[in-house]
């Protein structure tokens, strides 16, 4: 631009060294602005400005269109005598056209270059300044920051040092113990209770220490509704010769002089009249005091009914006879005493102190009643007692009294204590003894039957990698493992659908989906719900329909009965809380549906009594059925023979003529009674197989009445019989129906029995007909399942139902549950009865309740069953809220909440009731949030992990059983791609974001646009990455309304079988698995005895927990390894104290390499074998020689995809002549499958050390050669060898003496590689790698692709579909040459993929160390003599990026497609594909965070996020990049651990740093503002 002389004059410009002409321009006064005589122009124009030496002032340029108010964008500031600096916003990018130098202006002037003026804009300069602030004001401002706002005390604390916020903040950081929103939410859990359920049970009993005791009769409990039935307790008052007596439910209460009065006092309780006892949830808790309203109802006034109050009568039971009060007086200490003291007086909750009076509640404080007798033949407070009370739960529970010195008479209030299971102090038993004891059996109706969900379940909590270390083995016998408590019946729900899937190798599966026919089907039970008929309906609990709108309108005399017939779902012994079938037929009460709903097939949905929704379904849906026989497509041949029935042996049946229509002589008429048959012998079934047996039969009964069929003595299924209708509709004995039922029968003669299995008999039965059938097709019911579910979806079922999802199984006559087998394996658990070193371990900060903060605090979730009062859904939901709140006000650690309310709103779930979870999930959300107060100040990488391993998170972003590409086609018949929702989401709003960042915050840029930091097939890729999770074992002991436990507050596990197994590529143009871990076939002998070994505790269980073993391995098979007591292995596993005793670590990290004597190999195996999975060391415990096992965790490692010399590995069958199994290729250098040995003739022998051994195909020729044996060829194999028992099993691979190749699959369309295995000897592979396979990844081709042409070209190629399949060779290069060609470290991580051996693992002498050869922050490993100035491929780099240990190897691997100029970089993946271990899937995972925790974008994308929740909403790229330099430096003026991700060196620079401690930068309107969701 061109500037006048005279304007130069008027302006002070003055002209820079190089000619050019730079105005300055001072700051307008404060609180004004100038605008610049600056003309629009497409050009830059630089100008200069003076700082702002007022260390209150602030000086703002901006550019706004023309006029004062209008739309305005800030582009650089100066403040408080600093000097000018680019802001946040519109022009802070790189290529936004502004500059700020401020070397060339000198100390004083900074050079801004403006951006491009367009016309009717213009540059302002705009002032501000303020007044020093007050001490107090700034302390309020920092804490207002800081925290959650501060209270007068703290500002004033803080004033009084200085306003040293440095040291406030130093301290915050470290204030111990560090508060939790989940153990404040269960040490305030106290609530009063009864029936014991998964969660817990009254844990204090009346004379035990902690055990409660109150001076009123009623009680908040007695107030709740049912949570299942809606049923609600009952009041009575009866009269008696010492006066009135007050009974609950049939029990003794309390006793008075003078007849009970209503409120008032005027008008008389009814004598002999059972009253309702409450009415509402929410007020409940206002009944817990002398002389407060309990609302009871009399149903006999009027028309409706009547709440009447009355007040709650003290506890009096002086001259009450035994024949009412049949128990024991305790003798309680003195009132008020350090051994009674008095709680829940109100002082902790004064909005409760209405309801709350001082001396009501006492707690005994002292064990000195434990050891009388005072309370021997008190009731089991477990166990509720049944009764027949009319209209009330069907189980209550006696009072029993105590009495002080001072003669204060009080009850025994039961209530439910929380156990203490925290990481460092697990449950010494596991949770075992409240399991045992709450065992006991009931179901309401006096059988002596409990319902499952009702026994506290085992507490104990799977090991992992946050409660590993602190894991401790327990001898007790009572301690329980981390599995399902021992139930007393079945109960059929997923998991035992799946087991007994699994344990009868039966296709049981659940039905769902099934769609309701909107024809009348008249011919069976199971039409319109309101026809003529009785027809059945099936309803199922529909949880998340909140507001139970139906979708069909019914009339009001339809949706009364159906509901009392749904009512009614809880009288049933064996009760379904998840559906229930009714009829109407049966209801007694002359209910009866409105006139247009008769015909009506679909019903909707409708609303029970007690809240819940029902939803009608199909009559079948959630059955229970065994698909194994479902019918294929069958073409008969052959003749056709009729089999009388009559002319057969019949039991419990009769020869009958009545009906008419029958063939022959007469029919066999089956009595009424279940277990009667007609067995038809001598049924020629010809050479043997598919046959078709016709029954004609005819049933004109409604009733159900199916029939079972065997085939010679063997269960084949189950008939169904329909009922025979007539021309009208109606059921007639008159029409005969055939029922077609297909089974394979025996060659020669067969046996076919028919039994009745329901007690109403069966049908009349005429014939039954055979003929040879031919299968033409067949129907595969996997094809139908739900992935990672027994849930199937078929349309239509023509297979036997079993049961029903939810059923109770009690003593059933039907298949499966009639075999010894499944019912010991369903309905028992074994916990410790030898005493057996069980691990027992806990969850974070799963503390226990704490009896001294009384009953006013937090309730739990119960279960729908029988017997639980809880309070209302939004109380439950609200404890939530009122434990963060508490904490947010009053912990000590405040800035560590604000800091965890801050990342919880980077790392987001839904909330409670947003569709993926509900209002009752309680403390599992309060112990996700906990993940961000645990790791406030520690790495952001840490919660990385434990939010990745959470279920709320899977399940939010719906990566929870997320499955591979294969597993898709494999199991669900489908090419599906992984989800890719949580790959996504972690990067984009988690970790790294869209776009890269430097470390101001800027957008990193090429050719003037933003680089990605991710595209489409990156999500893909990493999508890959997130399969495979799934739930841990559910347990007790937490508060939640699963009625078989919860598994949401512990860590996920990964299932081997569905997680992807191939490559991944990262975001850097490699793969996962680069640099970090060393390839497996360098790793050194005995690499489980050397320095770095990690070896983790199992205990009595010698499964390992990261390996998988064959689920039918038993205990008789030699599993593990034997360590002899003279091993220095044992030495450092015991790891024994002074006296000698074995302390056993739970986690053992090897501090030296192990040095054994050659000459005991024999004796110690463990150092000749190339893997081992468990070790056992036996020590002596009461006589017994008890082993403890422990697991080798292998060291992380990654193999090359492609190889050379591949090796054909086969899975070993005991069945000869044939391979059952397709073959892989592996590689030999491996240590991935067993040896199989074969003699000149015969079957293969299994040899091992132990079972599973893995071992190199050079050792497994080795292991053969030792037994004069050879490598088989086949899969055969005999079990008559030493490791020969559970040879069939296919979980693993052996080696063969075939060779094989590794082909590669190039997409000619996007470049991306499948691995293809090609067998030498052309047998099957597995169809993850054959030619067929869609298990594609990226690669980084050196120059390009093959194009199609190429791949005609080559001989060594083939054409598939759109793709090239080449043979391939693997070249493995030297990297550099000589040191002198390496510049930086930097260097070496761009140029160097293959990750080695730490160095200090081998033997001394094997390694040299050459130093750093000049490469700073490097030190150079040779193992063959090389030198600086002349490496070798083995040299090794060791060097450190952001506190990560890297050693790498001086080679790198290439692919190259053979015939072609084409090749890639071989890439490394940390799966076997050959043999995979969920091991190798953590290692896996890890790494994949790690990719995104080190992305050179996390740093700046974290800080931005972090300031902004720090009220600072637009921070400017200096204050971003300070930030991100402490984060990834680890420090902030001496604050911080120094590691790289340390958030408490970012917090500190976020607090500390001059921007957010400016006052002046308030007036700046786009620095940003504190807005919180709390400030006191």
Not at 1471 to 1477: C, K, Q, V, W
Request: charged residues 20%; glycine residues 8%; aromatic residues 10%.
């Amino acid at each position: 631009m061109r500037i006048s002389v005279a304007s130069l004059f008027f302006l002070g410009i003055s002209i820079d060294a190089t000619g050019g002409q730079v105005v300055t321009y001072p700051c307008p006064s404060a609180g004004t602005s100038t605008i610049l005589p600056i003309s629009p122009t497409t050009e830059s124009t630089t100008i200069r400005l003076p700082k702002v030496s007022n260390p209150n002032g602030l000086c703002i340029l901006l550019r706004r269109a023309a006029g004062v108010g209008n739309r305005r964008a800030h582009v650089a500031r100066s403040y408080a005598d600093r000097q000018w600096e680019r802001v946040a916003g519109l022009f802070a990018e790189s290529d936004s056209g502004v500059a700020v130098d401020c070397e060339a202006g000198g100390a004083n002037e900074c050079d801004v270059t403006l951006p491009v003026l367009q016309q009717g804009e213009e540059f302002v300069l705009e002032s501000h300044d303020t007044t020093e602030p007050l001490s107090e004001n700034e302390a309020a401002r920092f804490l207002e920051q800081a925290t959650f706002g501060g209270s007068l005390q703290d500002i004033q604390s803080l004033v009084s040092t200085g306003n040293d916020f440095h040291a406030w903040l130093d301290d915050q950081i470290n204030v111990q113990p560090t508060s939790s929103i989940r153990a404040f939410y269960r040490r305030h859990t106290n609530p009063k209770f009864e029936f014991p359920y998964n969660t817990g049970a009254v844990s204090k009993l009346p004379c035990e220490q902690y055990s409660r005791w109150r001076r009123y009769a009623i009680t908040s409990r007695d107030c709740l509704k049912e949570r299942k039935t809606g049923l609600q307790k009952h009041l009575e008052v009866k009269s008696f010769s010492w006066g009135y007596g007050i009974f609950v439910d049939g029990f003794f209460r309390t006793a008075s002089a003078s007849r009970p009065k209503f409120w008032g006092g005027i008008e008389d309780i009814k004598l002999n009249y059972r009253y309702r006892i409450g009415t509402t949830q929410e007020a409940n808790w206002r009944s817990d005091c002398i002389g407060c309203a309990v609302l009871l109802w009399d149903a006999d006034w009027g028309d409706k009914g009547m709440i009447k109050v009355f007040p709650n009568p003290e506890v009096k039971f002086s001259g009450v006879p035994s024949s009412v009060n049949p128990y024991n007086t305790v003798d309680l200490p003195k009132m008020n005493s350090i051994d009674l003291p008095s709680i829940d007086n109100g002082e902790n909750w004064p909005a409760f102190a209405t309801w709350v009076h001082p001396n009501e509640n006492v707690l005994l404080n002292t064990t000195s009643l434990e050891d009388t007798n005072q309370c021997e033949g008190f009731p089991d407070f477990y166990i509720p007692i049944p009764h027949d009370e009319p209209g009330a739960p069907k189980g209550a529970f006696p009072t029993v009294f105590g009495k002080t010195p001072s003669g204060i008479e009080f009850a025994y209030d039961p209530h439910l204590a929380l156990q203490e299971n925290t990481v460092d102090n697990p449950l010494p038993d596991g949770g075992g003894r409240l399991s045992i004891a709450t065992q006991g059996l009931w179901r309401g109706s006096g059988t002596g039957h409990r319902t499952p969900g009702e026994q506290v379940m085992c507490q104990n909590v799977e090991p992992n990698f946050l409660n590993e270390e602190g894991c401790k083995l327990s001898y007790l016998k009572e301690a329980c493992s981390p599995s399902q408590y021992p139930d007393d019946m079945i109960y059929l729900d997923e998991a035992t659908v799946a087991g007994l899937r699994e344990m009868t190798s039966k296709n049981v599966h659940i039905v769902e989906n099934l769609e309701i026919d909107n024809l009348l089907d008249v011919s069976s039970l199971y039409g319109a719900p309101c026809g003529d008929g009785a027809y059945i309906s099936r309803w199922i609990h529909d949880e998340t329909d909140l507001l139970c709108e139906s979708s069909v309108v019914l009339g009001e005399e339809t949706v009364r009965m159906f509901r009392a017939l749904i009512d009614a779902r809880g009288e049933s012994v064996v009760a379904n809380a998840h559906l229930v079938d009714v009829q109407k037929a049966v209801f007694p009460n002359g209910l009866q549906c409105s006139a247009g709903d008769k015909t009506k097939t679909i019903f909707g949905s409708i609303l029970a009594s007690d809240g819940t929704c029902w939803r009608h379904v199909h009559h079948q849906e959630h059955s229970v059925v065994d698909f194994s026989g479902m019918l294929p497509d069958l073409d008969p041949t052959g003749d056709v023979v009729v089999y009388e029935a009559e002319d057969q042996t019949m039991s419990g049946a009769n020869f009958k003529t009545s009906h008419l229509g029958f063939s022959g002589t007469g029919y066999a008429d089956y009595g009424a009674a279940s277990g009667l048959y007609v067995e038809f012998s001598n049924v020629d079934g010809g050479s043997g197989g598919w046959c078709i047996l016709k029954f004609r039969y005819t049933m004109g009964s409604l009733d159900a009445r199916p029939l079972s069929v065997t085939l010679n003595g063997e269960y084949a299924g189950e008939l169904a019989i329909a009922t025979t209708v007539d021309s009208t509709g109606a059921g007639s004995w008159d029409v005969w129906e055939e029922e077609t039922f297909a089974t394979v029968c025996g060659a020669g003669m067969n046996t076919v029995r028919v039994t009745s299995t329901v007690d109403v008999g069966g049908p009349n039965l005429d014939y039954m007909s055979y003929q040879d059938a031919n299968q033409v097709g067949g129907t595969d019911i996997q094809q139908y399942v739900t992935p990672g579910s027994s849930f199937v979806s078929v349309p239509f079922i023509d297979a036997p139902i079993i049961g029903r999802l939810g059923d109770h199984i009690v003593d059933s006559l039907v298949w499966p549950f009639n075999t010894q087998a499944i019912t010991d394996a369903f309905k028992t658990v074994t916990f410790n009865p030898l005493e057996s070193p069980v691990l027992v371990c806990g969850s974070p900060e799963e503390v226990g309740s704490d009896p001294f903060n009384g009953d006013k605090g937090f309730d739990i979730v119960v279960p729908e069953n029988e017997g639980f009062r809880e309070k209302s859904i939004w109380e439950l939901s609200s404890m939530r809220h009122t434990s963060w709140t508490e904490l947010a006000l009053h912990a000590k650690d405040s800035l560590r909440q604000k800091m965890a309310w801050s990342l919880s709103q980077v790392i987001a779930v839904g909330l409670p009731g947003s569709g993926m979870v509900f209002y009752e999930e309680t403390e599992q959300f309060i112990a996700f949030y906990d993940i961000f107060i645990r790791n406030a100040f520690g790495s952001y990488r840490d919660i990385l992990k434990e939010v990745s391993f959470n279920k709320i998170m899977a399940k939010w972003l719906s990566f929870y059983g997320n499955t591979s590409l294969q597993y898709n086609i494999e199991n669900k018949g489908e090419a599906s791609f992984p989800d890719e929702n949580y790959a996504r989401e972690i990067m984009q709003l988690f970790s790294i974001g869209l776009y890269k960042l430097n470390m101001d915050g800027t957008k990193v840029r090429e050719n003037g646009s933003p680089v990605e930091t991710y595209r489409i097939e990156d999500v893909v890729s990493y999508a890959r990455l997130w399969t495979g999770f799934g739930g841990v074992y559910k347990r007790g002991g937490t508060s939640t309304s699963g009625r078989r436990g919860d598994d949401s507050l512990d860590p996920m596990n990964i299932r081997a079988l569905k997680r992807d197994l191939f490559p991944k590529s990262d975001l850097n143009q490699g793969f996962i698995g680069d640099r970090s871990a060393p390839l497996c076939s360098d790793l050194p002998s005995g690499h489980a005895l050397r320095k770095g070994a990690v070896w983790t505790l199992l205990g009595s269980n010698p499964s390992p927990r990261l390996q998988e073993d064959p689920d039918d391995w038993g205990p008789q098979l030699k599993r593990s390894l034997d360590i002899n007591p003279a091993s220095p292995l044992f030495n450092k596993l015991c790891s024994p104290t002074l006296y000698g005793d074995c302390t056993f670590p739970a986690n053992v990290v090897l501090d030296e390499n192990l040095s054994y004597d050659p000459t005991s190999a024999s004796e110690m195996t463990e150092q000749t074998v190339d893997t081992i999975r468990t070790v056992q060391i036996k020590i002596k415990t009461s006589g017994l020689a008890t082993p403890v096992f422990y697991e080798y965790k292998r060291q992380p490692c990654v193999e090359h995809s492609f190889f050379d010399n591949g090796v054909k590995l086969v899975q070993a069958r005991n069945i000869q002549g044939q391979q059952t199994k397709p073959s892989m290729c592996g590689d030999p250098r491996l240590a991935i499958a067993t040896p199989m040995c074969c003699s000149s003739a015969g079957l293969g022998h299994f040899y091992c050390n132990y079972q599973g051994e893995r071992m190199t195909f050079a050792s497994a020729q080795l292991m053969c050669g030792s037994h004069g044996e050879d490598i088989c060829q086949t899969g055969d194999v005999s079990e008559d060898s030493e490791c020969g028992t559970g040879a069939t099993s296919d979980a693993f691979r052996s080696w063969s003496s075939g060779g094989c190749d590794v082909h590669a699959k190039v997409d000619l369309f996007s470049g991306e590689v499948a691995i293809v295995h090609n067998m030498d000897d052309q047998t099957d592979v597995e169809a993850t790698v054959d030619k067929d396979t869609l298990n594609f990844f990226k690669v980084k081709w050196e120059e390009s692709a093959p194009s199609m042409n190429d791949c005609l070209a080559s001989s060594s190629c083939i054409v598939h579909e759109k793709s090239c399949i080449c043979s391939t060779a693997v070249i493995d290069h030297q990297v550099f040459l000589s040191a002198d060609e390496v510049s930086s470290a930097d260097e070496l991580m761009e140029n160097l993929y293959t990750g080695a051996v730490d160095p200090a693992t081998f033997d001394e002498g094997h390694y040299s160390s050459l130093g750093s050869c000049n490469i700073s922050g490097v030190t150079v490993y040779s193992k063959s003599g090389a030198v600086c100035s002349s490496l070798d491929q083995d040299t090794v780099f060791a060097l450190e990026v952001k506190n990560k240990q890297y050693f790498l190897k001086n080679s790198n691997s290439k692919v190259l497609l053979t015939g072609t100029s084409s090749s890639f970089r071989n890439p490394v993946q940390y799966n076997s594909l050959a043999d995979p271990e969920v091991r190798d899937m953590l290692f896996e995972t890890d790494e994949t965070i790690d990719s995104l925790f080190y992305h050179p974008s996390h740093p700046p994308f974290l800080s931005v996020r972090l300031l902004q929740r720090f009220g600072l909403s637009n921070p400017s790229p200096g204050l971003v990049e300070r930030v991100a330099t402490a984060y990834s430096e680890g420090s902030y003026d001496g604050i911080g651990s120094g590691k790289y991700g340390d958030l408490g060196a970012l917090v500190a620079a976020v607090l500390l740093d001059d921007e957010s401690r400016e006052v002046v930068l308030d007036h700046d309107p786009s620095h940003g503002h504190i807005r919180e969701p709390l400030v006191k």
